[in-house]
């Protein structure tokens, strides 16, 4: 065996037995929790990519975003049970604020109807500035896109048969 091959050896014998006890002292770093804010920007987004993939009738997309916006506010009550600054937790105060306006989507989506679409997404956008206000973040109001910021993403649904 080369001396080059042997030193990298020892070292990486070396690191793995340091790792090793590092873990059984109990010296690993907690799991990876996602903060409130990195969640909601997430949510921000997909706020946008709903309304823009509904605008352009691409309901196999609505669809992918509105299950994308319901699993991150099932993160958001997972992570962050509560708040401060407010009296009534996130696990209740989210699924009350988003609870009916998801389901209204889904119907909306099933029912391929694009006003509907559009009751639904108000009342979706309502519940998120509701809930802001109650956890005393009114300063920050959601409003429908103004624009297509994703310049690098066709919403149009793909055409059939491809």
């Not at 590092?22 to 997430?42: H, N, Q, V």
């Not at 209740?92 to 679409?117: H, K, S």
């Not at 809930?131 to 993403?153: I, L, M, W, Y």
Request: proline share 9%.
């Amino acid at each position: 065996m080369t001396m080059p091959l042997r030193s990298g050896l020892r070292a990486l014998a070396g690191l793995v037995l340091a790792t090793l006890a590092a873990c059984s002292r109990g010296d690993t770093p907690p799991p990876y929790a996602p903060g409130l804010g990195e969640i909601m920007s997430a949510q921000q987004m997909r706020h946008a990519k709903l309304w823009l993939a509904g605008e352009a009738a691409n309901w196999e997309l609505v669809r992918y975003e509105i299950d994308e916006l319901e699993e991150g506010f099932a993160d958001a009550v997972e992570y962050h049970p509560t708040h401060r600054n407010t009296d009534l937790p996130l696990a209740e105060l989210v699924p009350q604020m988003t609870r009916e306006p998801i389901a209204a989507l889904r119907r909306a989506d099933d029912a391929r109807d694009r006003a509907a679409f559009t009751t639904a997404f108000d009342a979706l956008t309502d519940g998120c500035n509701g809930c802001h206000r109650a956890t005393n973040f009114g300063f920050n109001v959601v409003t429908r896109p103004k624009g297509d910021p994703f310049v690098n993403q066709d919403f149009a649904p793909p055409p059939s048969g491809g």
